[in-house]
């Protein structure tokens, strides 16, 4: 006999080999049809999986997230399932559940096609009709590698597999997997699905092995859920950075130079200019003080700091020696500027009483990004950071980072009303300094956010190399979610850089070091408010705040006059007097996303007023003196408005 605990701390016992499938019928019909699977002492497991031991058990539902991951692997199991029987001899790789989703690789001919995947979504549903069970199977190693003989990818995965670890397939129909699990209890559950696309996909993600092909799904348990997803894909779609930056003249990359560097044409550079000047002003405001440094620099400062070899994935390879150097002598383009402002803070003796030092600089830095990863403006190359870097004693870390929390909702939630979810990233595998200063390190971000009354996650391991970090995420207006500002408490490179400051004692002491960025990086931060605003941008950030559109030639000099008077009240203006019909021009100014549109009239011109149209107000028009417009405007520029 075994234990059985429920979740609401009632006990019962068990035979030996009963499932929780067995379990859920003896609490309850309904709750026998309802079950997808169960929580076994904290795992997930198939329903039908006997008990051999005393256990925790709860049985999921549709109303469990976790049930949600289970539907979504047996799903890319019955994706594989229609896979072989349209394309036999397809080689299987992976199919995990992924966020929304699920997707599995498989090693064909040629890519797949949408009209494969029309038909492959079609005999998924013949599959999940035909209500196969899902049955799991513990095999010896053996028996997995007779199992899988004309797999190569799966007796690859087998070989890796440790002698202790026990070796699992789960048959539906007649489809074979090696899998851990957990599944569905049959393919008849499975009924709100979609293939989304298909792309190439590196095996096991390593450019230097074959290509695959990766097919992406969703799947959910209410049609109500699966629209509502398909709605904000097809939202996201119509808001994707790369279409808008070409449709509104903002940004390029060009192959001639290479992928993941940026040109900021007029438009967008006057976007990356005023968020540059937003957070400059902000620290000036707050104590900082402005620095520039090299963009290459001999490679030995790396090693100093411990990039070399900890990120030396991410970094270019070296350059050749400069001019009348030692031919040894290697450069690098920097990665981070990190260990250049710590130059800067041992360039000089340092006293307790000078603490806290605040650098900031908004610097380019290039990082070797695999070209597969690269994406728009969210993953580049070449990366304009907001950086800056305090050092202070220990006693004023908790304060700082009150400063640098302080910064991220002025000028992340504030001016752009996101919601933000924060994490405590901690130590990775491959780091710099013992346990203890990561024990003291990760404590006290915690303890900052703990009495600033900020709600956090833990990311275990997602650490940078030198130090533990709060990573700041933003939701946007489909409820994405985006890396943006990151604050990082940093003991090691203080100590591999010996910097110092003099304390009351008279003694040197180790300041601690905290690196933050409160957009994270400009192209990442503008590609995400491309896609937040649908290229709309608030008055103050919009590229072109006003166009003006006389009416006929007869105001074209008024027109141009009024846009002098709008310039010199520093606003950004734009005359459209082309020979095109007023409607033709106003739909123009609607396609760029102009703010405001001001129509001029002899009656306007007259009376020196104008006929404003409203981003977003349809055909509406309304007559305000000039003044009054310029009142307007210039106070929702002062105020960073989100209107219109």
Request: charged share 30%; hydrophobic share 40%; glycine share 6%.
């Given at each position: 006999m075994v234990q059985v605990t429920l979740p609401d701390g009632s006990q019962r016992e068990a035979a030996a080999g009963t499932t929780p499938r067995q379990i859920a019928e003896s609490i309850g019909p309904g709750l026998a049809r309802a079950a997808i699977a169960a929580r076994v002492n904290g795992e997930i497991w198939d329903l039908d999986r006997p008990l051999d031991t005393d256990a925790s058990v709860s049985i999921l539902t549709e109303r469990d997230p976790e049930a949600l991951e289970v539907l979504r692997h047996s799903s890319a199991?019955?994706?594989?399932?229609?896979?072989?029987?349209?394309?036999?001899?397809?080689?299987?790789?992976?199919?995990?559940?992924?966020?929304?989703?699920?997707?599995?690789?498989?090693?064909v001919d040629r890519p797949f096609t949408p009209d494969d995947l029309a038909r492959?979504?079609?005999?998924?549903?013949?599959?999940?009709?035909?209500?196969?069970?899902?049955?799991?199977?513990?095999?010896?190693?053996?028996?997995a590698n007779r199992r899988f003989a004309d797999d190569p990818l799966k007796l690859e995965r087998i070989a890796e597999l440790g002698d202790d670890e026990t070796i699992t397939v789960y048959t539906d129909g007649p489809f074979v997997d090696l899998c851990r699990g957990p599944h569905i209890p049959r393919t008849g559950r499975l009924k709100h699905f979609k293939l989304l696309n298909a792309a190439g996909a590196y095996w096991r993600g390593d450019e230097k092995r074959q290509m695959l092909q990766r097919i992406y799904g969703t799947a959910w348990f209410k049609k109500e859920d699966l629209d509502a997803y398909l709605h904000r894909l097809e939202e996201a779609r119509r808001r994707d950075h790369r279409v808008l930056g070409k449709q509104l003249d903002l940004f390029s990359i060009q192959e001639v130079v290479g992928p993941g560097l940026v040109f900021w044409h007029p438009k967008g550079a006057i976007i990356k200019w005023l968020l540059s000047r937003a957070v400059e002003d902000d620290n000036v405001r707050s104590g900082y003080q402005l620095v520039y440094t090299p963009n290459i620099t001999r490679e030995e400062l790396f090693r100093i700091s411990g990039h070399l070899p900890l990120y030396e994935a991410n970094q270019y390879p070296p350059m050749a020696a400069g001019h009348e150097e030692a031919e040894d002598v290697r450069y690098r383009v920097k990665p981070m500027n990190c260990p250049m402002h710590a130059l800067i803070y041992r360039s000089q003796?340092?006293?307790?009483?000078?603490?806290?030092?605040?650098?900031?600089?908004?610097?380019?830095?290039?990082?070797?990004?695999?070209?597969?990863?690269?994406?728009?403006?969210?993953?580049v190359r070449g990366l304009s950071m907001d950086d800056a870097h305090i050092f202070c004693t220990m006693?004023?870390?908790?304060?700082?980072?009150?400063?640098?929390?302080?910064?991220?909702?002025?000028?992340?939630r504030q001016t752009?009303?996101?919601e933000l979810d924060f994490e405590v990233s901690t130590r990775p595998l491959e780091r710099l300094g013992d346990d203890a200063i990561w024990d003291r390190a990760e404590a006290m971000l915690k303890r900052a956010l703990d009495r600033k009354e900020i709600p956090y996650r833990v990311d275990e391991g997602g650490g940078a190399f030198y130090g533990p970090k709060i990573d700041i995420k933003f939701r946007d207006a489909i409820g994405r979610l985006w890396q943006g500002p990151t604050i990082q408490l940093d003991f090691n490179l203080p100590d591999r850089?010996?910097?110092?400051?003099?304390?009351?004692?008279?003694?040197?002491?180790?300041?601690?070091?905290?690196?933050?960025a409160i957009y994270g990086t400009l192209e990442r931060f503008i590609g995400n408010l491309i896609e937040h605003f649908a290229g709309a941008f608030p008055v103050w950030l919009a590229p072109e705040q006003v166009r003006v559109i006389p009416i006929s030639d007869a105001q074209t000099e008024a027109a141009r006059s009024l846009a002098e008077r709008l310039k010199s009240a520093g606003l950004r203006v734009h005359v459209d007097d082309r020979s095109e019909t007023l409607n033709y021009r106003i739909r123009e100014g609607e396609m760029q996303k102009v703010p405001y549109m001001a129509v001029l009239g002899q009656r306007e011109v007259e009376s020196d007023s104008l006929a404003l149209r409203i981003r977003g107000a349809g055909k509406k028009q309304e007559v305000m003196p000039v003044n009054a417009f310029l009142e307007r405007i210039q106070q929702e520029v002062r105020s960073r408005s989100m209107v219109p």
């Open positions: 199991h019955i994706l594989a399932t229609a896979v072989r029987e349209l394309f036999p001899n397809a080689g299987i790789g992976f199919g995990p559940p992924i966020e929304d989703g699920f997707y599995y690789d498989f090693q492959l979504e079609a005999k998924m549903a013949e599959v999940a009709a035909r209500d196969f069970p899902f049955v799991r199977e513990v095999v010896d190693r053996t028996e003796q340092r006293s307790y009483r000078d603490l806290p030092i605040r650098l900031s600089e908004v610097a380019n830095v290039y990082r070797n990004e695999r070209s597969g990863v690269l994406h728009g403006l969210l993953r006693d004023q870390v908790e304060d700082e980072i009150f400063l640098c929390l302080d910064q991220v909702d002025r000028l992340v752009f009303g996101f850089f010996e910097l110092e400051y003099t304390g009351p004692d008279n003694k040197p002491h180790r300041p601690a070091m905290i690196h933050r």
